[in-house]
């Protein structure tokens, strides 16, 4: 049986509708976009592997106790704001929590501090800073204290002005 010429005018149509929108104007705009967004993220993968080798002495006492403490939660090192743009912070506890924890040393200026935090707060208003000093982690390792829960206490405290 041979195929209906209905049928085939079909089909026919249909691939060139498909044809018009390969090349169609929107459907490029979004294979680029794809592609800039990909090189956007190995880029961004590239600098949290920089960055992780290069931590300070506090940051590395830090994500050892968030690793070996009775810590219920997984801190990554960066994220991605709803805009698609990739932020790295010290350590980041992922959604539903949303809490950014950093670790203030030499390399840290307050007004440089505060511009980046709002930076990231206007992509993505439900992130909660947190900021720790390098004295406020030796001195917590000096007494003793288990520093996973200070850093835990420091969190809920944090929530709470926020909230307030």
């Given at each position: 049986?041979?195929?209906?010429?209905?049928?085939?005018?079909?089909?026919?149509?249909?691939?060139?509708?498909?044809?018009?929108?390969?090349?169609?104007?929107?459907?490029?705009?979004?294979?680029?976009?794809?592609?800039?967004?990909?090189?956007?993220?190995?880029?961004?993968?590239?600098?949290v592997l920089q960055l992780k080798a290069k931590q300070t002495r506090y940051e590395r006492l830090v994500r050892h106790a968030l690793s070996t403490g009775r810590v219920p939660f997984v801190f990554q090192k960066?994220?991605?704001?709803?805009?698609?743009?990739?932020?790295?912070?010290?350590?980041?506890?992922?959604?539903?929590?949303?809490?950014?924890?950093?670790?203030?040393?030499?390399?840290?200026?307050?007004?440089?501090?505060?511009?980046?935090?709002?930076?990231?707060?206007?992509?993505?208003?439900?992130?909660?800073?947190?900021?720790?000093?390098?004295?406020?982690?030796?001195?917590?390792?000096?007494?003793?204290?288990?520093?996973?829960?200070?850093?835990?206490?420091?969190?809920?405290?944090?929530?709470?002005?926020?909230?307030?």
């Amino acid at each position: 049986m041979r195929p209906c010429y209905v049928t085939r005018l079909a089909t026919d149509t249909s691939l060139e509708k498909r044809e018009i929108w390969r090349r169609s104007v929107s459907y490029k705009r979004k294979r680029i976009k794809k592609r800039v967004l990909k090189k956007l993220k190995r880029l961004a993968k590239k600098r949290v592997l920089q960055l992780k080798a290069k931590q300070t002495r506090y940051e590395r006492l830090v994500r050892h106790a968030l690793s070996t403490g009775r810590v219920p939660f997984v801190f990554q090192k960066s994220f991605i704001c709803p805009s698609g743009v990739v932020r790295v912070v010290d350590f980041y506890l992922p959604p539903p929590f949303s809490v950014a924890l950093e670790i203030d040393g030499q390399n840290h200026t307050p007004q440089k501090d505060l511009i980046r935090e709002k930076q990231i707060k206007a992509a993505d208003q439900r992130i909660l800073f947190v900021r720790i000093k390098n004295k406020e982690v030796t001195q917590n390792l000096q007494k003793g204290n288990k520093l996973a829960e200070f850093i835990l206490r420091r969190m809920i405290q944090m929530s709470k002005q926020e909230t307030h």
